[in-house]
């Protein structure tokens, strides 16, 4: 249990590096990138720390987030990818409210990546994400993205306020 939980927070670390990354990224297209990257290591960490409904949504979000990251995200793909993410996350999910905290981040956040082009409303929904998420982490006992939530979360609420006169 203990290599598990180890090799788990390693990929949990890596995750938090490339959201922490993305969080100071100004275009939309660098701000993508790097959540490709978040979910990848996030699906090796929700793997090994059995967290499956996080996983299926964790695969799905590294499919919305290439598709966005190559301007391919259509309304029809983001429909298809919400009710997937929806229905298969239901299914696997074994952690009963926790497991939906991640189906609910995951659902908000590919409604807003479709609908918005401004890294404002952007971040707004990444604050939002990353509080669902950070509820998720510290339950799956994965601590460097739980802790990476909360920094982000701050450090994003910090860049709202710094851009707030540009928009």
Known sequence: MT??????????????????ISAVKQSKNDFMYWQVGDTLFGIFCNLVLSAYAALVISIVCLVRNFLSYKNKLTKNITYALLLISVIVGWWANNLGIIGWLAIIAS????????ITKNEQQMRWALVLNQVLWFIHGVYIQAYPSAIACIVLTFWTLFQIYKNRKKY
């Open 3 to 20: 290599t598990t939980l180890i090799i788990g927070n390693i990929f949990s670390l890596l995750s938090a590096l490339c959201i922490a």
């Open 107 to 114: 659902a908000v956040y590919t409604i807003c990546i479709y």
